[in-house]
Structures are given as structure tokens and as C-alpha cells.
T-cell receptor
Framework: AQSVAQPEDQVNVAEGNPLTVKCTYS??????LFWYVQYPNRGLQFLLK??????LVKGSYGFEAEFNKSQTSFHLKKPSALVSDSALYFC?????????????FGDGTTLTVKP | EPEVTQTPSHQVTQMGQEVILRCVPI?????FYWYRQILGQKVEFLVS????????KSEIFDDQFSVERPDGSNFTLKIRSTKLEDSAMYFC?????????????FGPGTRLTVL
């Protein structure tokens, strides 16, 4: 079984400061990891994914995430937060060794960036 | 950029009524999914669909639910007899492949309200 934990319901940062949204995962095989963002009344927008290779992956809107196998983590980061980054962020995992592509999502973390 | 579309954006129905939620996946995608998000909760997998067959379904996807691709472009989710607890945002997603590496692209969602 695969699972994802996002330990923080809410993250608050000041504009211009770095931000981190945490995610840890559990899968039986090798993980494929994804971050999505959801703005109010909108669908899920894909930000980035880790499949293999470099542990640091870069995605849309200046976001990046670091895969850490020993800590089973995939934290989302951005060096300088914008007010427009305020949204709900979801981490998702898929087990490399399963078919059908089912994604398992975390509970989500609300990011608020204050001016 | 191609995107997944969903109609209607909001559906209100009486308990016990049938509803059909519609999705148009991205045109070259072969795998289709339905997820739901009860207000304030995580995004949950319902079903995946490929080649006119269900590939995988969750325990949520009971006999009240069905999916089909009636005409080669639309992908529908039917709930035969809605319950209050079916009230949620329903997201359709599609991907080129079902492999773990392939990104699932989500539609904007249909908010279903069961009264």
C-alpha cells in the first residue's frame, strides 16, 4: 500500500522569504512523486515530479523539490515566495511497480504568503 | 496548451437521483481517471479506465458508480442513486500512459451537491 503524509496543515511565510512544504511517503517499491497546486475553485495543477536521476527536481513557477530516499521525503521548496503562491499544495505518490497509475494524495498543505 | 475539461461545473441534485458527470480528456491521452475531494479533505482515487475497461477501482467505487467512454471523446462518471455523502468535488484526469512516470492532468472539477 502507498501513502503520503503532509505533516503541516498550514504554512505561513512572508513574501520574499524561502518556503518549504513538507511531504513524506511510503511505498512498497520505488516511488514516483508529484506535487500539485490547487487555487480556490480550480482543479489540480501539476507542478513537478520525481521519477529518477537528480534528487533535486525543478518545476513550474520557480518551485523545486528534493527527493531524499533515506528520509522518504519529497519536500517542496521555493527560494523566494510570492503572494500569488498562496494556495493549497498536494503531494502525491505512485508505486513504480504497480499498474493503472493510481495516485495517492496527501491531505494537503495551505500555503499563505503575506506581503 | 491542451487541457481536460469537465461539465457541469456545479450540479445540485436530490438524494436518490441519478447524476452523470462529464469529462473531455486531452485528445491523445489513453488513460482516464476519476478522483473526488470531499470538502476540506484529501483527494481520493475512485477509478482508472483504459481501452474501455476499468483498470483499477477503489473501495469507494461501489455498484452505485459506473464509468464509460460513450463516443471516443467524452468520459463519464454516473452515480445511480446519489447519497448525501456523495457531495464532493469530482475531478477527472487523463494521462498518455498508465505508468507511474506519466503525469496525470486534472480538469477543473465538478462540484456535486446532494440535498
Amino acid at each position: 500500500a502507498q501513502s503520503v503524509a503532509q505533516p503541516e496543515d498550514q504554512v505561513n511565510v512572508a513574501e520574499g522569504n524561502p518556503l518549504t512544504v513538507k511531504c513524506t511517503y511510503s511505498v512498497s517499491g520505488n516511488p514516483y512523486l508529484f506535487w500539485y497546486v490547487q487555487y480556490p475553485n480550480r482543479g489540480l495543477q501539476f507542478l513537478l515530479k520525481y521519477i529518477t536521476g537528480d534528487n533535486l527536481v525543478k518545476g513550474s513557477y520557480g518551485f523545486e523539490a528534493e527527493f531524499n530516499k533515506s528520509q522518504t521525503s519529497f519536500h517542496l521548496k521555493k527560494p523566494s515566495a510570492l503572494v500569488s503562491d498562496s494556495a493549497l499544495y498536494f503531494c502525491a505518490v505512485r508505486d513504480k511497480d504497480t499498474n493503472a497509475g493510481k495516485s495517492t494524495f496527501g491531505d494537503g498543505t495551505t500555503l499563505t504568503v503575506k506581503p | 496548451e491542451p487541457e481536460v475539461t469537465q461539465t457541469p461545473s456545479h450540479q445540485v441534485t436530490q438524494m436518490g437521483q441519478e447524476v452523470i458527470l462529464r469529462c473531455v480528456p486531452i485528445s491523445n491521452h489513453l488513460y482516464f481517471y476519476w478522483y473526488r475531494q470531499i470538502l476540506g479533505q484529501k483527494v481520493e482515487f475512485l477509478v482508472s479506465f483504459y481501452n474501455n475497461e476499468i483498470s483499477e477501482k477503489s473501495e469507494i467505487f461501489d455498484d452505485q458508480f459506473s464509468v464509460e467512454r460513450p463516443d471516443g471523446s467524452n468520459f463519464t462518471l454516473k452515480i445511480r442513486s446519489t447519497k448525501l455523502e456523495d457531495s464532493a468535488m469530482y475531478f477527472c484526469a487523463s494521462s498518455v500512459l498508465a505508468s507511474g512516470t506519466d503525469t496525470q492532468y486534472f480538469g477543473p472539477g465538478t462540484r456535486l451537491t446532494v440535498l
